[in-house]
T-cell receptor, first 112, second 115 residues
Framework: SQELEQSPQSLIVQEGKNLTINCTSSKTLYGLYWYKQKYGEGLIFLMMLQKGGEEKSHEKITAKLDEKKQQSSLHITASQPSHAGIYLCGADSSGNTGKLIFGQGTTLQVKP | GAVVSQHPSWVICKSGTSVKIECRSLDFQATTMFWYRQFPKQSLMLMATSNEGSKATYEQGVEKDKFLINHASLTLSTLTVTSAHPEDSSFYIC???????????FGEGSRLTVL
């Protein structure tokens, strides 16, 4: 079965610094989703990537999917305290069903 | 604004009682919704797929008689935890898929505590 590995598991950065979170799959990704979650709350949709080599940006967050569609990265530029939270990557487990499996999450703290 | 709404946000119940959680799609109609469960400090695990007009499909290891799912309309799915026990205490989250884009939006989650 498909597994998603996120790295790092946790990250503490100084405000203003850039950071990258990685998500690696054991199989080809048909759809890769990035979400942000604050503990005990719902998931906030960030971005969805479907094509090899695809890159999307929203405000200071950029997500990429490699050409082989097995690895994705989430990059935050000039981090702010509001970026703190748990970042989750999710992959469509069976092609295009909408059923997601998730990585274990990356906890981000941003120090003012 | 919110695309998916869940109710209640949190609920505390006694062991043996049943609890119903609602998931509403606010922006678009959804023939398919998904229910996940998240235990503390763990990631989300898919429980079942809710299908409008037909039976829900459950993931391996999820008891369909314990977690009853009803997709009452194109904007509402309900999850009923029957005869709840303390081990059912968890964070339950639903997701809705926008068919034309494939984007998946999640609700705010419902925290269930069974005493």
């Amino acid at each position: 079965s498909q597994e998603l590995e996120q790295s790092p598991q946790s990250l503490i950065v100084q405000e203003g610094k850039n950071l990258t979170i990685n998500c690696t799959s054991s199989k080809t990704l048909y759809g890769l989703y990035w979400y942000k979650q604050k503990y005990g709350e719902g998931l906030i949709f960030l971005m969805m990537l479907q094509k090899g080599g695809e890159e999307k940006s929203h405000e200071k967050i950029t997500a990429k999917l490699d050409e082989k569609k097995q690895q994705s990265s989430l990059h935050i530029t000039a981090s702010q305290p509001s970026h703190a939270g748990i970042y989750l990557c999710g992959a469509d487990s069976s092609g295009n069903t909408g059923k997601l499996i998730f990585g274990q999450g990356t906890t981000l703290q941003v120090k003012p | 604004g919110a695309v998916v709404s869940q109710h209640p946000s949190w609920v505390i119940c006694k062991s043996g009682t049943s609890v119903k959680i609602e998931c509403r799609s606010l922006d678009f109609q959804a023939t398919t919704m998904f229910w996940y469960r998240q235990f503390p400090k763990q990631s989300l695990m898919l429980m079942a797929t809710s299908n409008e007009g037909s039976k829900a499909t459950y993931e391996q290891g999820v008891e369909k008689d314990k977690f009853l799912i009803n997709h009452a309309s194109l904007t509402l799915s309900t999850l009923t935890v029957t005869s709840a026990h303390p081990e059912d205490s968890s964070f339950y989250i639903c997701s809705v898929r926008r068919e034309n884009t494939g984007e998946l939006f999640f609700g705010e989650g419902s925290r269930l505590t069974v005493l």
